[in-house]
């Protein structure tokens, strides 16, 4: 991949985080994680030591200074890891360090031999490979002698490296720097930072890699989960854009449309945006494209943020779609959520399980512009790359419906995701002759000859009907209108 | 940390042999049952024993029974006792439990971390 000589490493199995790291934590060295309080740091660091003894075979200490043993078995069983049968197995020591300054009396000199020994016995009954030590930065609150202290840590660091193990040791965010008793100081390899930011009432996890010496590694700010399954980094661009590139295309559900995308209609795993203002019929065109495929027998999984799938149904039967035929055979699946429900890393999150679940063949997203009440603009497109990404990976045509805001320029406003959209399909609706006239054009469609007309259309009860030809508009006076796309 | 004048159990003591196993609690005072964590016979170590067993010659003559562990030999000991620290003294009886890290040099804080004196602030 590159000629720089990588290091070895050591995959944590966490989801996404070997990728962004081409591989893991640097084997044999110690890593820094660091974050404020509940941003995720022990769960990182145990999942890594615990994936480490499940996954890879490497035995593991756990030293823990905040939680007690009793404390930390609870909370990683509700991720599904067993500590009680993990320790039983002979794979796992956890070992729970408490220091308390107010039980102990400091006079004269001492080092911190005790520790080392406790390590040292720990490792060596388990033959480990892997430690995390869960917050050495407790060590300060806990002992005077800051003097002392930062000898033995220097002491500590170059020990785990004598040992060759794999390292993971967590600290609490400082306010100037990346830890509060500057850890990331004595650790030259590779700094993990966690945050977990609320903005507008959402929060969202991010992951940063601050340093990775000797190795390639994504640079951004990699949104984060942590669900049920454990804790799942988004590389949102790292996934590559290494997805296949089908040649068979599939209809939009509407024959005139299909003839304006090269005759054939999208391609099969790529992504189509449907952008218009209110009432232009985004939400028709993609049940038209969910009717076709499910015409085809595939299945198709539509994600809702507006409005309930009764509704929905409802509505597209007055055009003569007739939706609910497919839920009943099991075809059409509809998942609907507020938006503000949770946060963009919990959709996300929800959103991939539902695929991965059902295992669709198209995906209807409407309308993504929802979920900008919970997220800014650059979180939502990170979002839908790293959907679209999983979407293209796994072959799944999706189509992503987007409103225009009436008040503002279309290409702005869509801007910001339309470069993720291989097909981009675009609404409009003007008023003419007193009456309102809907016109749609394909403003991109990449991989394909398309038409460059502007066509008009109606709603009708048999659907969507694309007028033959050049709308007479463009020779009217309200051309300029639908012209000024 | 009120420097407010408690009983000091110290004083109240009565002549034993000081080699004596554990023996039963007098009725009239405690013994001292205290626990010295070492790494090997390191300086500091050595310091700590013998800082420790003039202390007790002083102020608890016949009062006390020093344990010594060598964590090198007993590393599974330090769990028990939740030791960091090199070398640990622990106070295990009188309860509640006491500890004392470093060499012992400083005689007045050994004092005041066995309990055998009360804290004493410079600037109270």
Known sequence: ?485 | MAAAAKPQPGYRIKVQTQLNAVTPLMTSSETFLLRLYVAGQTPKCVRAFENLKRICEEHLPGHYHIEMVDLLQNPQLARGDQILAVPTLVRRLPEPIKKIIGDLSNTERVLVGLDLRPARRLNT
């Open chain 1, 1 to 485: 991949m590159s000629a720089i000589q990588e290091l070895a490493k050591s995959p944590t199995g966490i989801h996404g985080l070997d990728e962004i790291t081409n591989g893991g934590v640097p084997k044999g060295r110690p890593t820094l994680v660091c974050g404020g309080a509940g941003s995720g740091k022990t769960l990182l660091a145990a999942s890594f030591l615990l994936n480490g003894i499940v996954k890879f075979g490497e035995p593991g200490v756990l030293m823990t200074f905040e939680e007690t043993a009793e404390e930390l078995a609870s909370d990683l069983a509700s991720l599904g890891y067993d500590l009680g049968k993990l320790v039983e197995e002979g794979k796992l020591v956890v070992d729970y360090v408490r220091v308390e300054r107010s039980e102990i009396e400091e006079t004269g000199e001492y080092d911190l031999e005790g520790l080392f020994v406790r390590l040292e016995h720990a490792v060596s009954s388990v033959g480990a490979q892997r430690i995390v030590l869960d917050t050495i930065e407790s060590l300060f609150a806990g002992l005077a002698n800051p003097g002392i202290l930062r000898a033995e840590l220097r002491r500590l660091f170059r020990w785990l490296k004598d040992k060759g193990l794999t390292a993971v040791l967590t600290g609490e965010r400082g306010d100037a720097a990346l830890t509060r008793q500057g850890l990331e100081e004595y650790v030259s390899d590779a700094v993990i930072l966690l945050d977990h930011r609320v903005e507008e009432q959402v929060s969202t996890r991010r992951l940063r890699i601050v340093k990775y010496r000797g190795s390639h590694h994504g640079t951004n700010e990699y949104p984060f989960l942590i669900d049920r399954d454990g804790l799942s980094v988004l590389p949102v661009t790292s996934l590559g854009l290494s997805h296949p590139a089908l040649k068979e295309r599939v209809s939009t559900g509407v024959a005139k449309l299909d003839d304006m995308l090269s005759g054939q209609g999208y391609y099969r795993g790529s992504t189509v945006l449907l952008s218009g203002t209110a009432g232009t019929g985004k939400t028709s065109l993609a049940a038209h494209f969910v009717d076709a495929a499910c015409r085809r027998g595939e299945c198709c999984l539509y994600f809702l943020f507006e409005e309930s799938p009764q509704q929905l149904m409802r509505n597209m039967l007055s055009i003569g779609i007739d939706l609910q035929q497919w839920v009943k055979r099991g075809l059409l699946q509809f998942q609907a959520e507020r938006p503000s429900r949770f946060g963009l890393e919990t959709h996300l999150a929800s959103m991939q399980r539902a695929v991965a679940k059902f295992k669709p063949a198209v995906t209807v997203a409407d309308p993504i512009t929802n979920l900008l009440t919970v997220g800014t603009h650059s979180d939502v497109r990170s979002m839908l790359t790293r959907i679209i990404d999983y979407l293209k990976g796994e072959s799944i045509t999706g189509l992503f419906t987007s409103l225009t805001p009436g008040s503002r320029e279309l290409e702005e406003t869509d801007a910001g995701i339309s470069s993720l959209m291989d097909t981009w399909v675009v609404l409009t609706i003007a008023e003419q002759n007193k009456r309102r006239r809907r016109w749609l054009s394909v403003l991109k469609s990449r991989g394909m000859a398309h038409s460059d007309t502007v066509r008009e259309y109606l709603l009708t009860e048999r659907g969507l009907q694309v007028l033959d030809g050049e709308p007479e508009a463009r020779s009217g006076g309200g051309s300029k209108a639908a012209a000024g796309l």
